[in-house]
RNA sequence: UGGGGAGUCGACAAGUGGUAAGUCAGCAGUCUUUGGAACUGCCUAUCGGAGGUUCGAAUCCUCCCUCCCCAGCCA
């Protein structure tokens, strides 16, 4: 795995999974060796919070000479499907990880059954006929001890045969399912003989119809484990009381070389949702686009909203990883974008909202070749040449006919610097009938070509702009962040996060005219639009229409001094 | 009021008995042909609380408080 140099590696403070880690190393505990597996189930798309169990599963091999395999969960068949696996395996992919081996929980449906045999055989599980509200009733509470089931001491030869005719289709879906014989009086409700096999006549995405009759969770996911030769099985912080069912699956089975669950804190981000369940309702109720919409926390929205591979990995090392709960600032996501961008982005200019801005002492039919620089952090990248005219478009915010206090930028009367181009003067307003600016006149300084500002004459605001001629037309997306509350189910009583949707979570500019070279980007290429924020090409452009989303806007510092001095008013 | 976890600056997070890193956010500046970037300074955290052990504790002990997870034939 090569070209992975995220930055910000943590030199000191390795975390606690390392530590362990390390100290297996140093006590020769499996053989001195590191294997580990991403156990996505294929039941929605990946998001931010599976990037960061991808980045530690993943990492930590790398780091460790070892593996790591990616396994799908695949042992529920009535909430998995082939467009999951497909999307979760081109987002590992994207996200720069290779797997040493691809598994899934249904290549080992007949070793997990002949596990169940073994474990009737042992007198470790019996069938029970118990019905799913009778097993509730059976299990008793946080605080009270459950009773046994009736079936629980029925022969091994009953419960073998009952076991076979269950994998033969003999039996109704919920009428029977093989239970650990545990202890149905532990303080741990999951090992109140919990089931380890239930009937399910559903078609299998992988297997079809082979089986009707499915391992559970913990169940499955240890024995998967040893199977593979796991030795660090990470997961996160619910799982952490299923540890002591983890490892009964394997002692009670006698298997050897067994792997260690470790548990840690999943990721919250504040603004954003994290829960499949809740994501699949945005996609199914309408609320977004799709898995993919750029304002998802999913893998596939973050690529299609211009995230890249770097910022993803570079935030999940910095975010630590430890097991207590915790709320990381999406701040924080957006600064790794920030920061990787403002490295490696080329410039464009590009106007959302235009002005026409007309030189009257630029003759008509003149064009002038103007060099820009494309990456003022890497000069690398070269330069191009933009074309300036007489009539130009700027952002229509970039002039006010009554500046604010300490405002920058082109008013009556005042002066400004076309980026890469002259100085120019505000010398008329024009405005139509409704009072609605349409149009300024400005005269350049043919003396500051280039941007120049001659010795002493200070110009403090520079502009974006282009050339009105030139420019093509192009739809803009601005995305905002999908919710208005840091915590989004944090929501008045008798409504849910939906309450909490951002309104303007995306607008969309008609408008825009952007310089020729933004239009003729390929979609998933990105750059700044100067002054504007990041933007990548959505893949919903043409060459008639280019698409563009904002991926994250620059800072910007002239929106707090403006909120400041209006507010002090 | 069963069991399992967790509590260090606004948010993450180091620290594992020797006297509280770093990052993000925020604030104030410097600089600047992006009010971007970069740079500088500030953000005065005694470590959930109370006792105790110790020359010395965020780190050890005791008690207490708060928060999270578990009663799917989901994962």
């Known amino acids: 795995m090569e070209d992975q140099k995220t930055p910000a590696a943590p030199a000191q403070g390795k975390d606690f999974i390392r530590t362990i880690i390390d100290e297996d190393q140093s006590t020769g505990k499996h053989a001195g060796k590191v294997a580990t597996r991403f156990p996505p189930e294929p039941n929605g798309y990946l998001h931010i919070g599976h990037a960061k169990s991808i980045c530690l599963n993943f990492g930590v091999a790398q780091e460790y000479g070892g593996t790591c395999n990616l396994r799908f969960d695949d042992t529920n068949p009535l909430k998995e499907d082939v467009e999951y696996v497909d999307s979760i395996q081109a987002d590992v992919h994207w996200l720069g990880f290779e797997w040493a081996a691809m598994y899934y929980a249904s290549d080992y449906f007949e ?4 596990f169940g ?8 599980a019996f069938v029970c006929d118990l019905s799913a509200d009778d097993v509730r009733a059976f299990r008793g509470t946080l605080t009270e001890p459950g009773r046994n089931s009736p079936f629980r001491d029925r022969s091994v030869d009953e419960s073998l045969e009952l076991f076979r005719k269950m994998r033969a289709g003999g039996f109704e879906d919920g009428s029977r399912t093989l239970r650990a014989k545990i202890d149905m009086s532990s303080p741990n409700i999951n090992l109140r003989d919990p089931a380890l096999f239930r009937i399910r006549k559903a078609t299998h995405h992988r297997t079809g119809d082979d089986w009707c009759i499915y391992p559970m969770y913990d169940y499955a996911h240890a024995l998967s484990d040893w199977i593979e030769g796991i030795t660090h099985s990470l997961c996160t ?3 952490e009381d299923h540890r002591p069912l983890y490892d009964w699956c394997l002692e009670a089975l006698g298997l050897e070389n067994r792997p260690r669950q470790i548990e840690f804190a999943r990721l919250n981000l504040t603004y954003t949702i994290l829960s499949k ?15 993919d919409d750029p304002r998802m926390p999913t893998i596939a929205g973050l690529r299609r909203r211009g995230f890249t591979p770097e910022a993803i990995r570079d935030f999940c090392n910095r975010i630590g990883l430890a097991k207590r709960d915790s709320l990381v600032d999406v701040a924080l996501l957006e600064h790794c974008l920030r920061e990787d ?3 490696r982005a080329p410039r464009f200019m590009g106007v959302l909202d235009p002005l026409r801005v007309v030189l009257t002492n630029l003759p008509e039919g003149v064009v002038e070749e103007l060099d820009a620089v494309n990456n003022p952090e890497d000069p690398s990248q070269g330069t191009r040449k933009v074309p300036f005219t007489r009539v130009l478009l700027i952002e229509r915010d970039d002039f006010r006919e009554v500046p604010p206090p300490r ?13 890469w181009g002259y100085l120019v003067r505000c010398q008329e307003v024009v405005k139509d009938a409704s009072g609605t600016v349409t149009e300024i006149r400005c005269t350049y300084d043919p003396a500051t070509r280039g941007g120049d500002a001659p010795e002493g004459r200070k110009v403090k605001g520079t502009i974006h702009w282009v050339s009105a001629d030139h420019a093509r037309a192009a739809e803009v997306r601005l995305y905002d962040r999908l919710f208005v509350a840091p915590e989004p189910d944090v929501a008045p009583e008798g409504s849910d996060f939906l309450s909490n949707l951002n309104p303007a979570s995306l607008v969309v500019s008609n ?18 639009f100067e002054r504007l924020g990041y933007f990548t090409v959505d893949p919903d452009s043409g060459p008639e229409r280019p698409v563009f989303n904002r991926s994250v806007s620059l800072r910007d510092s002239w929106a707090k001094i403006e909120k400041k001095t209006s507010a002090r008013r």
């Open 341 to 343: 961008l403002n490295r």
């Open 111 to 114: 070793r997990l059954y002949s």
């Open 277 to 291: 369940r809740k994501l699949l309702h945005l996609v199914t109720g309408g609320h977004v686009r799709g898995w």
């Open 511 to 528: 408008a825009a005219r952007v310089e020729r070279a933004a239009a003729d980007a390929p979609p998933g290429a990105f750059f700044q």
């Open 237 to 239: 912080l619910e799982f």
């Open 117 to 124: 045999e073994t474990l009737i055989r042992t007198g470790k």
């Open 407 to 419: 405002y920058h930028r082109l008013s009556p009367g005042q002066e400004v610097r076309l980026r």
